[in-house]
């Protein structure tokens, strides 16, 4: 058996796998049948429990009429219809949306729609949050996303990507992150309307201290057996990832970082490896750090909120969902061969091809705009010559990173009343530090901007020195 | 509230282990004790535990302070502090999740070689022959669900505030445990030497190739030369230090091994304490102040 692969699809459909394509959708249904039967069933429980309580417990009869008949649909019609493994009744995804998805989140394209439909989603779900964090409507929430990929799970593509052993944990994440998320923005909105009411947060009604044994140690107990069972019966349903034996001739296409650095895999699209690779990890690494130290707020602290902190706030979640979150998951679910963009129920096809023809900003400058060649330091000529040369070549990218890191920061002091409150409460060498933080990680988002706009490559390209940014 | 022999070990009870001490005044049959009582009013036993068991105020008290396992907590917690909604207990979860990966390891570190020779078949030995064939999977999952919990970890601590002061430092010591978790996940990628493994840590290491000054195809990889002779080359350069050859070959499987099982691990305990200690010393768990 050495060599074979063996996550989790491959123990229902060897043949998928090994031939790395599709099989036929009746047996790749026979196979999944059960699983998404448990699945359908999974959810009317779940819905079902949430109506007993919401009957019993808040004495909302109408609401739990609702999930009542949610829970009926789940498990009366969708289970049997999956369970019976028949192409014709399995529920799958209208053919609309798949073809819409696989048209729209495709190639170049769909490495804009998905970035910005995500920054877009996300705002929508901030800037509407008082409605979106409604238990009802959060909760209508989880199940279009769960019945979305109950409906996804049958299409043989999605499948692929999603039951890979080492993908598991990414749905989890994104599942978790939602309810996560929706758990902190409930709280704060709550919060944030008794503080505009002038009362204290939740958090600060009780100030009762309880001791520790048992009130925190039988939590703990409680949890470490729950974590101890769920990953027991995890461990045993799923089989952890084994490829052929490692050879250092063939290279699988693609070739995929651990899914964590997905995200500095997918920067190298628009940055060089030192880049991508060294510099931004370590600005990650110490601007998470400087955050106690630049974050002069002392409101906010030891309960949940977002009016009161709102430059904080953004600016963590614009960097953690959006640009840590949202492309690992696109890293792992829509980069294919050649890391190409993939819709979610596209074939990964290695023989797509993308050409595509990326300027610099150099270029851009002297040919494109002063219709001219390239300065370039004359033959032979010696070390200091050739470096005024590099410099006058790549002095538009300078002046402008020039600009970019130490003209915008005291630009905006002058210009804003926020940031200058900044200034003033922050000094001149911390306020520097957290502006640089903060727009060397908006230079990401700018670059994928500028390529996808104007197929920019790089604003300094010094290969001489492999210096390109 | 509990039976009175628990409460007050001795009063009336008397145990095959332990010297009886009252009943040589009464005159009236002593009740039979349980099982229960014998074994708690042992010599033994109390040994172990230094006092009754925590059912009352004073022992509930007692109990934190002596026993070695519970002295991380204090006494007594703020209600709002650890209720669910509010801490999500992730960083709880990932402490165990650390203790499951570290005896898990232990295990598979009796079955694993660090060999080319044998890393991949040893992988296939425990899946297909050991007993308890799922260790592996424990241990994977275990990794995967540890990166997760920590940055959840983080995230609650971020939007609670909890960084602020006086618990800066602690969020500093957060963040390399961070690194350390990411580390160890990455380091142990290579160990089961197939395709995946291989790969993703040529991928992730190839990135070293291009630090400035210390790579070899890095931003001014020319800075460090002795008369004209580069100091940088493919074979002493950051990605060579990282996998100690100029590709990922047996040293790098050995050189991750050590940093997986050993090094990182170490570092990793050593911070995990002091992030503990300090969550103590910087005004206990988060709780509005």
Redesign the interface.
């Known amino acids: 058996?050495?060599g074979q692969t063996?996550d989790f699809p491959a123990m229902h459909f060897p043949a998928l796998l090994a031939a790395g394509g599709l099989i036929d959708q009746a047996t790749f249904l026979s196979g999944v049948k059960g699983f998404l039967t448990i699945y359908y069933l999974g959810l009317a429980i779940t819905n079902a429990v949430a109506a007993f309580l919401l009957w019993h417990h808040w004495h909302r009869p109408k609401a739990a009429l609702v999930w009542t008949i949610v829970a009926t649909v789940f498990g009366g019609i969708l289970a049997p219809m999956a369970g019976s493994g028949d192409p014709y009744w399995t529920p799958r995804m209208p053919e609309a949306i798949v073809s819409f998805l696989n048209s729209w989140l495709s190639g170049q394209v769909g490495a804009i729609v998905y970035t910005i439909g995500s920054v877009v989603f996300l705002s929508v779900l901030y800037l509407g949050r008082d409605f979106f964090v409604r238990p009802m409507v959060a909760w209508t929430g989880l199940n279009l996303a769960l019945l979305a990929m109950g409906l996804s799970m049958v299409n043989q593509n999605f499948w692929q990507v999603v039951s890979k052993?080492?993908n598991i944990?990414i749905v989890?994440?994104m599942f978790?992150?939602g309810f996560?998320t929706w758990?902190?923005t409930y709280?704060?909105v709550i919060n944030d309307k008794r503080i505009a009411e002038g009362l204290p947060?939740?958090?600060?009604?009780?100030?009762?201290?309880?001791?520790?044994?048992?009130?925190?140690?039988y939590?703990?107990l409680v949890?470490?057996l729950a974590?101890?069972a769920f990953?027991?019966v995890?461990?045993?349903l799923?089989?952890?990832?084994?490829?052929?034996?490692?050879?250092?001739v063939?290279?699988?296409n693609p070739?995929?970082?651990?899914w964590?650095?997905l995200g500095?895999?997918e920067m190298l699209v628009y940055f060089?490896?030192?880049m991508?690779?060294?510099?931004a990890p370590s600005l990650i690494?110490v601007g998470?750090?400087a955050?106690?130290?630049l974050?002069f707020?002392?409101?906010?602290?030891?309960?949940?909120?977002i009016n009161e902190?709102k430059f904080a706030?953004l600016n963590?979640q614009f960097g953690?969902l959006v640009l840590w979150v949202t492309l690992i998951v696109m890293g792992t679910v829509l980069r294919g061969p050649n890391w190409n963009f993939f819709g979610p129920f596209e074939p990964w096809d290695s023989h797509k091809v993308e050409a595509l023809k990326n300027v610099d900003l150099s270029e851009y400058f002297w040919i494109g705009l002063l219709n001219r060649g390239l300065p370039k330091a004359p033959t032979g000529s010696g070390f200091f010559v050739e470096l005024g040369y590099i410099l006058l070549r790549e002095s538009p990218g300078f002046i402008l990173m020039g600009i970019y890191l130490f003209v915008v920061p005291p630009a905006l002091a002058i210009g804003t009343t926020l940031f200058r409150n900044m200034y003033l409460k922050m000094g001149f060498l911390r306020y520097m530090l957290m502006t640089n933080l903060l727009l060397m990680m908006a230079i990401l988002p700018i670059k994928m901007a500028l390529r996808w706009s104007f197929n920019l490559k790089y604003i300094i390209h010094i290969d001489e020195?492999?210096?390109n940014f | 509230m509990g039976r009175p022999g628990i409460l007050h070990p001795g009063n009336g009870v008397t145990s095959i282990l332990s010297f009886p001490r009252s009943s040589a005044h009464s005159l009236r049959p002593l009740p039979m004790p349980s099982l229960g009582e014998l074994v708690r009013n042992s010599q033994i036993w109390k040994s172990v535990f230094r006092h009754p068991a925590?059912l009352d105020?004073r022992n509930?008290?007692v109990?934190?302070l002596t026993n070695f396992f519970?002295h991380l907590?204090?006494?007594?917690?703020?209600?709002?502090g650890?209720a669910?909604?509010?801490t999500?207990?992730m960083g709880?979860?990932t402490f165990?999740?650390f203790l499951?990966e570290t005896v898990t390891g232990v295990l598979l570190m009796f079955y694993y070689r660090p060999t080319l020779e044998w890393a991949?078949a040893d992988?296939?030995a425990l899946?297909?022959v050991a007993s308890l064939g799922?260790l592996?999977?424990?241990?994977?999952?275990?990794a995967?669900?540890m990166?997760?919990t920590v940055?959840?970890h983080m995230?609650?601590v971020?939007?609670?505030?909890?960084?602020?002061?006086p618990?800066?430092f602690n969020?500093?010591v957060g963040?390399v445990l961070?690194?350390l978790t990411?580390l160890l996940?990455?380091t142990g990628?290579l160990l089961?030497?197939?395709?995946?493994?291989?790969?993703?840590i040529?991928?992730?290491s190839?990135?070293?190739?291009?630090?400035?000054i210390l790579?070899y195809?890095?931003?001014?990889?020319?800075v460090l030369n002795v008369d004209g002779i580069d100091m940088i080359t493919q074979g002493s350069d950051a990605r060579f230090g990282l996998l100690g050859a100029r590709?990922?070959?047996e040293e790098t499987l050995n050189r991750f091994y050590v940093l997986h099982c050993v090094a990182i691990p170490l570092a990793a305990a050593l911070l995990i304490a002091i992030h503990f200690w300090r969550v103590r010393k910087d005004g206990g768990i988060?709780?509005?102040?």
């Open positions: 058996m050495a063996s052993g080492d944990p989890g994440l978790l992150l996560f758990l902190a709280r704060a947060p939740l958090e600060k009604l009780d100030d009762e201290k309880v001791l520790v044994w048992p009130d925190l140690v939590t703990e949890c470490m974590l101890t990953l027991l995890w461990g045993i799923i089989q952890a990832p084994l490829e052929q034996p490692a050879s250092s063939k290279t699988p070739s995929k970082a651990p964590y650095f500095l895999q060089d490896p030192w991508a690779g060294v510099v690494i998470l750090m955050i106690p130290y974050d707020n002392k409101k906010g602290m030891g309960y949940y909120t902190r706030y963590f953690f020195w492999f210096l | 925590p105020r509930r008290i109990v934190m519970l907590h204090p006494v007594s917690v703020k209600k709002q650890i669910l909604s509010y999500w207990c709880g979860v165990f999740l499951v991949y992988i296939l899946r297909d799922i592996r999977e424990l241990h994977r999952w275990g995967h669900a990166v997760i940055w959840l995230y609650r971020f939007l609670t505030g909890s960084y602020k002061p618990r800066e969020w500093v963040v961070l690194l990411l996940s990455f990628y089961p030497w197939d395709q995946l493994a291989i790969w993703a040529t991928v992730g190839n990135m070293a190739r291009a630090t400035p790579g195809e890095g931003p001014f990889q020319g590709f990922v070959g988060s709780a509005p102040l």
